[in-house]
Antibody, heavy 120, light 107 residues
């Protein structure tokens, strides 16, 4: 079955970077993309960007441009999201979700989420 | 950016009730509208995509409709597992945006 397994919780100091991984299985990694979505405590969902498994091309939300990098490794069917210059308001649960296309697509399989806490 | 406005932000209902949630886009998004259900402490789950298509395994009591800017999610007969928060999302244009959510509570 299709699975998306995320890396474990992280605690970081302000100014640091964090990398969250998303290992997939059960489908053809290069035929789909993956979106990254975050949810601050008690808040709604915020889309961060999307990466295409086929060629690794990524599209980032303007709010994160310059601070986020999404990559993938087709040898392990794993996607990565690095967020730099962390601030306290980056404290959130970060999700990856399979999404076949960025436009007109939908997030049909989600990871369980990775809690990132930014605190000094 | 396309703003997605859900209403109500919360509602109280009983098992067996018919429940309707609205989602309005700030500009046309044709039918590129998805609905997700989120239980507390869990990841969202896809319910409906392209406004009205039921995702595999989702119960038929969930129904989506709409086109352009106005969309509706209806639960025909609320079940105990349906008490959750529901989000709409547009994928017509980047940045992809979500509604603020509608929390369904037990009356």
């Amino acid at each position: 079955q299709v699975q998306v397994v995320q890396s474990g919780s992280e605690v970081k100091e302000p100014g640091a970077s964090v990398t969250v991984s998303c290992k997939t299985s059960g489908y053809t990694f290069t035929a789909y993309g993956l979106s990254w979505v975050r949810q601050a405590p008690g808040q709604g969902l915020e889309w961060m960007g999307w990466i295409y498994g086929y060629d690794g091309s990524a599209h980032y939300a303007q709010n994160f441009q310059g601070r986020v990098t999404m990559t993938r490794d087709i040898s392990t069917d794993t996607a990565y999201m690095e967020l730099r210059s962390l601030r306290s308001d980056d404290t959130a649960v970060y999700y990856c979700a399979r999404q076949i296309s960025m436009i007109a697509g939908y997030m049909d399989v989600w990871g369980k989420g990775t809690t990132v806490t930014v605190s000094s | 950016d396309i703003q997605m406005t859900q209403s109500p932000s919360s509602l109280s209902a009983s098992v067996g009730d018919r429940v309707t949630i609205s989602c309005r886009a700030s500009q046309t998004i044709r039918t590129f509208l998805n609905w997700y259900q989120q239980m507390p402490g869990k990841a969202p789950k896809l319910l409906i995509y392209t406004a009205s298509t039921l995702h595999s395994g989702v119960f038929s009591r969930f129904n989506g409709s709409g086109f352009g800017t106005d969309f509706t999610l209806t639960i025909s007969s609320l079940q105990p597992d349906d008490f959750a928060t529901y989000f709409c999302q547009q994928t017509y244009k980047t940045p992809l945006t979500f509604g603020g959510g509608t929390r369904i509570e037990i009356k």
